[in-house]
Every structure is written in structure tokens, then in C-alpha cells.
């Protein structure tokens, strides 16, 4: 039902939607990975391309986020190179995000609205690039996705903190929309439409001519669908993996080690003592003391806990110095100076008076260090390694942005360099349909297509803390039709499709034309003279076609039917020249949901959505309004054109 909504209202929503989820530095960074190095399509310089208000859009900065959106659409697309995209809207759409994002900022400011450092920092720390294998926030990662990405720690706060704005304004701008009953009822009777018809295929092969196309033909079409045959992007990989057990048999802690180890701990290695205990916890001490005169009267301490409203609570094995910390030193005292099934207390705690009793005591005796020597020395060989796996992590990082090699480090290092063929974005070989990467190349690819040809090489992590690849881009296929000979058979065949659907075109538009002016279709059909496949029968509502909206499955021909007039004929063509559709609607059932109070609610809850987007959309112009937005046409057309590969 939503789609079928958002297609009525897309043109009012495009610029909120394009807007609405405020992820921005989300979109920065973990949509393109924060690990990339440098951007695509070497944008270069830091004119103005936007003021807005009393902040100032930098060609820079717009360039290098048109750059991750584009990464970040080719991952899912790998067919889509970076001028299709911009062509498309890509840039634009960009732009208009991000002179959104600073109207908005500057109109809070303006205003007096504030993101404090504090709520700043929280967000940063939750963004996954920046944590460590621990979960928490790691600076070393911070800095480093930072200078890898090209920015620096002011820019991403100011990010952060014009998020943090529009969130707080936005939230409310559409809240409470009031949407009219009148408006409701004709929009969900919508919903209960049916409509019946027929689909009659004419396909292109009914029309084809076996003989050899002419070559100046075949190259003409050929270079005119010349992006049918576009292979994307290709990427040649060079990688080196390496893994934390190569330090296994190479790290060995010293005996001063051992020892300085075993002294420094020495308190885990001492003799201890734990005790089971059960307990109770009462509010007064006069209370407690009365129970504690019960049990001593014979009352077991379940019973007089009971007895009082109370249950007694197990504790379990616990050392002294743990049970002080989890009550007082005080309740731990006093249950550590009684014999085993005694009662101690009672004693205070910040929780009330605890009488507790002794259940059982376990003597555990010291250690020495003869006999912990084994425990030390995996503690002490499983640090020293993590230590030299980030060591030499670091050290490669440093030594690639020395200038070294892949093959000079690989060489130092004795590692295995391995090399792809040409990749796509998604592993696959072109050239060869049965290959199939390793599964590291899961990680390698996004980083691999990221970066520019001439960047250094990268590490990448595969399994944290275990296993990492040094990657290379060794070479750059860029994005082109192969040559005619290679594919010319294909070529030939879809050239003889083309033909073939436009006298395809020419039958199916005679056949529509006859139906709308009254002929049957079998008739038209008869009349065509040309052998066709017999028409199929159709029926469906609204509900069936949002529903299938939803899911991504709608028929063109079925689409059309509920667009069109009842007992009119329309012409379609059917994707690929594969030939012409020709669509009859039959008859229209009108959907009366007045008296459908379960369809009126969810579609007056749907509507109350699309007028908070649309009052949310209005927000952001009046804002804009207000501070003042001031393109750079130039500029703005230089960075396009530059991005498109132009001087």
C-alpha cells in the first residue's frame, strides 16, 4: 500500500526523501568505507561551490562525497561507472543532501540550538570503523580511517554536529498531521479496484529476416547500444595474506619475564579462601537482630525469611574481597569470621542489614610458580603475539606509505604475493563464469575498488586481530564494450531483434488501434495476418498491484492495464526487442471502502507518513529561505565536469 503512495507523491518527496534518514557521516563513512584511500576521479582544489548561510560547501568536500555515494551504488550495481551516475542525478542528488544538512545547521545555530561536545563524542564512538576487536572506541582506528579518508577530527564533528541539529529540528516538523477523511475514503476505495482485460504478445522473432545483416549495419547499432555491452570496471588484485600464527613458534616469553609476571600477580597466586553463602536482607538492624534470634532458636533461615515476607537469597562461591565489593567490607568481615553453618550478623550494607549464613568454606592453597609456569607462559605468548601482529600491521602501513612495495615488503616479510584475474566489483571473472574467489576477497573487494590506480598499497584486516591481506591494485580496466569480433555472434542476434520489433511495433500498434475503435481482439489478431500466440486473460486489484509493488514483481503489461480507460488498447514493448504486448482493458469494477474501517485506518496512517514527509520537505525550504543559499554555478559545473573526466 505504501508504494503505491510514494509513487503518487514522489515528486512532492524527492527532496525530503533524499534527505530523511540523517546519516550523513554514516553515508561518509561506513557506506564507503572507512579504510578507502583517497577518492575517485582526482578532484582537486577547495573553492566554494555553495554558501549557505554563514557556512561554506567547499568543491572539495562535494566532490569527495559524490565520489562515496558512487562507490557506494557501484557495490550494489557493479555495472554502474561514475558518468552513468552522475548523468543520472547522482551529483545533484548529493549536492541537494548536502546543502540541506548545512541549511539546516545554520538555521539551528541561528536560533540558538546546540550539540554538545559530550552527545558528539557518543556518536562518533558509535560508529563500528572507529571500535576496536573489543567493541569499544579505538583512537588508533579513529586517527587512521581519518587520515585514510582524508579528513580531519574538526570536519567530522562539524559533520556530527549538523546531524545532531537536524535530527532535533526535523523530528517534530511533520508530527500531527492532520489528514481529511475526504481525502482518505476515494484513495483507500482505490485500493478495492479490479480490473479485467487481456494481454496479447507479439514477439520479435515472428518478424525476423534469417539473412546476414549488412556489417555497416551491425556496426551502426553496435555503436549505438554500445553501452548493452558495457563491461564494468575490472580491477587486478595483488594481495598478501598473513595471519597471527606466524609468530607461534617465533615468540617465546623470557624467564625474567615469567618471573616478573608471576610477582606482579601475585596476589591471584596466594592462598585464598571462597565460602557458599545464603543471605537475607532486612531494612532495620532491630529487625535483623530478631531473625537472628530466630534462627538461633531452632528456625532455619529459609523459614524465618519467610516468616517475615522475606526469602533468603544464594550468594553462591564468592572470595571475601568480591563479597565486600558486591555488599560492604563490613557483611564480608562478619561472614568471613564464622565456622562453616553458622549464622554472621547481623551487618550493615548501603542495601540494609544482611545475616548471612556459611553454607560451606573451600581452602584453596598458593601457587607457586613452578606450578602456574605453564598458564604464565600461554598468557604471556598470546600478548606478546597480539603486540607483534599490530606492530607489524603498523609497520607495513608505515613502510607502503614510505613508498615501499608490495613486492619489496612481501620479500622482507617472506610473504606469498597471489594475483586475480581481472575482477569485477563482485568477484566475478568475466572471462571466466566457473572461477570463484577465495573467501578473503569479501573483504579485499571493497577496498580494492575504493582506492585510486596510483594508491599505495593497503592493509586490510580479514579476521580481527587474526588474519589481515596487503593489497595492491596492480592494474585498472576501465569500464568500455569489448571489441565487435569478440561478441559480434551476440551482436548479430540482438541486431535481429531490433528489426524484428519494430515491425513487431508496427502490428501491435494496428491491432490496439483496432480494439479501441471497437474490433474484438481476436479479430485484430486475425486480421494482423501473422501467426500470434493465443491472448491471455487477466484480472487484479489496486491491493494485488501494491502489494506485488512492494515486493518488486509487477508485470509491465498488468501496470499499464491500470493506467488506461475501459475498452481501450495500448501497445508496450517487452524488455530486451523481445517483442511488443498489446494490453486490453475489459471492463473497470469500481471499490467502494466506506464502510472498511480496518482499510481506512491503515490508509489514513499511511497519508498522516506522506503529509509529515511533505511538511518535513517545507521545513527544510523555509529554513533554506531564511539563511540563504547561494550557489557557485561555475564551480559547480567545473567539479561535474571534472568528475566526469573532462579538463
Not at 149 to 155: A, F, I, V, Y
Amino acid at each position: 500500500m505504501i508504494s503505491f503512495f510514494r509513487r503518487i507523491f514522489s515528486s512532492k518527496l524527492g527532496l525530503f526523501l533524499t534527505f530523511c534518514f540523517i546519516g550523513l557521516i554514516a553515508f561518509a563513512f561506513a557506506t564507503a568505507d572507512v579504510t578507502s584511500s583517497g577518492t575517485f576521479g582526482g578532484v582537486t582544489g577547495s573553492g566554494t561551490a555553495v554558501k549557505i548561510g554563514d557556512s561554506k560547501l567547499t568543491t572539495s568536500e562535494l566532490g569527495q562525497s559524490v565520489n562515496n555515494a558512487f562507490r557506494n551504488e557501484q557495490r550494489q550495481n557493479t555495472g554502474l561507472d561514475l558518468k552513468t551516475y552522475i548523468n543520472g542525478g547522482g551529483f545533484d542528488s548529493v549536492l541537494d543532501r548536502l546543502i540541506n544538512s548545512f541549511a539546516i545547521a545554520d538555521f539551528g545555530t541561528k536560533y540558538g540550538m546546540a550539540a554538545g561536545k559530550r552527545l558528539v563524542d557518543g556518536e562518533i564512538a558509535n560508529i563500528g570503523a572507529f571500535q576496536g576487536a573489543d567493541g569499544q572506541f579505538s583512537e588508533e582506528n579513529f586517527r587512521r580511517a581519518l587520515q585514510q579518508q582524508g579528513l580531519n577530527e574538526t570536519q567530522l564533528r562539524d559533520d556530527f554536529t549538523r546531524n545532531l541539529l537536524a535530527d532535533q529540528l526535523l523530528t517534530t516538523a511533520g508530527f500531527g498531521a492532520a489528514v481529511p477523511q475526504k481525502l482518505v475514503v476515494p484513495y483507500a476505495s482505490l485500493l478495492l479496484e479490479s480490473r479485467e482485460g487481456q494481454i496479447a504478445t507479439v514477439p520479435s522473432v515472428a518478424f525476423i529476416d534469417n539473412k546476414k545483416p549488412a556489417k555497416a549495419a551491425l556496426e551502426a547499432f553496435y555503436a549505438k547500444n554500445a553501452s548493452r555491452y558495457t563491461i564494468p570496471e575490472r580491477r587486478t588484485i595483488r594481495y598478501a595474506l598473513f595471519e597471527k600464527s606466524r609468530f607461534n613458534d617465533k615468540i617465546k616469553p623470557t624467564e625474567k619475564e615469567i618471573a616478573g609476571y608471576y610477582n606482579l600477580n601475585k596476589p591471584r597466586y596466594a592462598a585464598s579462601e571462597t565460602r557458599n553463602l545464603n543471605q537475607v536482607i532486612v531494612p532495620t538492624e532491630a529487625a535483623a537482630k530478631a531473625l537472628v534470634a530466630k534462627i538461633n532458636g531452632g528456625t532455619s533461615l529459609d523459614q524465618a525469611a519467610k516468616s517475615v515476607g522475606l526469602s533468603a537469597a544464594e550468594v553462591g562461591s564468592i572470595s571475601k574481597a568480591d563479597f565486600a565489593n558486591s555488599a560492604s567490607q563490613a557483611v564480608a568481615n562478619a561472614a568471613f569470621a564464622v565456622r562453616p553453618g553458622a549464622i554472621a550478623g547481623p551487618a550493615q550494607s548501603a542495601l540494609g542489614w544482611h545475616i548471612v549464613k556459611v553454607e560451606a568454606v573451600k581452602q584453596i592453597p598458593a601457587r607457586p610458580l613452578d606450578q602456574v609456569r605453564t598458564e604464565i607462559v600461554n598468557e604471556l605468548t598470546r600478548s606478546k603475539i597480539e603486540e607483534a601482529m599490530a606492530e607489524l600491521t603498523v609497520r607495513l602501513e608505515d613502510e607502503f606509505a614510505d613508498g615501499s612495495t608490495l613486492s619489496d615488503v612481501a620479500k622482507a616479510e617472506k610473504l606469498k604475493v597471489e594475483s586475480t584475474p581481472a575482477l569485477l566489483a563482485n568477484g566475478q571473472n568475466p572471462n571466466d563464469q566457473n572461477y570463484r574467489p577465495i573467501p578473503e576477497m569479501e573483504r579485499i573487494l571493497p577496498i580494492a575498488f575504493a582506492v585510486e590506480a596510483d594508491s599505495e598499497p593497503q592493509i586490510v584486516e580479514i579476521i580481527p586481530g587474526q588474519q589481515y591481506a596487503a593489497v595492491d591494485v596492480d592494474d585498472i580496466t576501465e569500464a568500455a564494450p569489448p571489441p565487435l569480433a569478440q561478441i559480434e555472434q551476440l551482436v548479430t542476434r540482438d541486431y535481429m531483434l531490433d528489426q524484428g520489433s519494430k515491425k513487431a511495433k508496427a502490428v501491435a500498434d494496428k491491432i490496439a488501434k483496432a480494439v479501441s475503435g471497437g474490433t474484438s481482439l481476436a479479430k485484430a489478431i486475425a486480421d494482423a495476418g501473422v501467426k500470434l500466440p493465443n491472448p491471455e486473460r487477466i484480472s487484479a486489484t489496486r491491493a494485488d498491484l501494491a502489494r506485488q509493488s512492494q515486493q518488486g514483481q509487477v508485470p509491465p503489461p498488468l501496470s499499464l492495464m491500470f493506467s488506461m480507460a475501459q475498452g481501450t488498447a495500448k501497445s508496450l514493448a517487452a524488455p530486451r526487442d523481445q517483442g511488443w504486448f498489446v494490453v486490453v482493458l475489459d471492463k473497470l469494477n469500481r471499490g467502494d471502502a466506506s464502510k472498511r474501517d480496518d482499510l481506512l485506518t491503515a490508509t489514513k496512517t499511511q497519508f498522516k507518513q506522506v503529509f509529515g514527509n511533505e511538511y518535513t520537505a517545507q521545513f527544510i525550504e523555509a529554513m533554506k529561505a531564511d539563511i540563504g543559499v547561494k550557489r557557485n554555478e561555475d564551480s559547480l559545473a567545473a567539479l561535474k565536469n571534472q568528475l566526469l573526466g573532462g579538463n
